[in-house]
């Protein structure tokens, strides 16, 4: 069992930044595969990034690559999305998952494959 923690949302400028983190509770993180997703209301919740238990490999949506960055700290629980050139269309909640099980690279941009999510932080970019 794992709890997710989001922090680091608020509301930008369009062309600033914005770096989230999430914390997670429990021991056994750096057995986690680690994902970000976002959602605009009425919307299906969509990949934005996720990153391997080892952090050697990470995955960017085609909308954010070049943008945005995930990485995880292993030995703070804790892993970042550093949004840079923010645009309006990002404005969405974001949220943190994680899954217990190694995911194929098919399965990486799925929300079902992922076991546990947090509650979520809202990004608001402003034009």
């Known amino acids: 069992q794992v709890q997710l923690v989001e922090s680091g949302g608020g509301l930008v400028q369009a062309g600033g930044s914005l770096r989230l983190s999430c914390a997670a509770s429990g021991r056994t993180f750096s057995t986690y595969d680690m994902g970000w997703f976002r959602q605009d209301p009425g919307k299906e919740r969509e990949f934005v990034a996720s990153?391997?238990?080892?952090?050697?490999?990470?995955y960017h949506a085609d909308s954010v690559k070049g943008r945005f960055t995930i990485s995880r700290d292993n030995a703070k629980n804790t892993v970042y999305l550093q949004m840079n050139s923010l645009k309006p269309e990002d404005t969405a909640v974001y949220y943190c998952?994680?899954?217990?099980?190694?995911?194929?690279?098919?399965?990486?941009?799925?929300?079902?494959?992922?076991?546990?999510w947090g509650q979520g932080t809202q990004v608001t970019v402003s034009s």
């Open positions: 990153i391997r238990r080892s952090s050697e490999t990470t």
């Open positions: 998952a994680a899954s217990s099980r190694p995911l194929y690279s098919i399965q990486i941009r799925s929300t079902v494959d992922y076991d546990y």
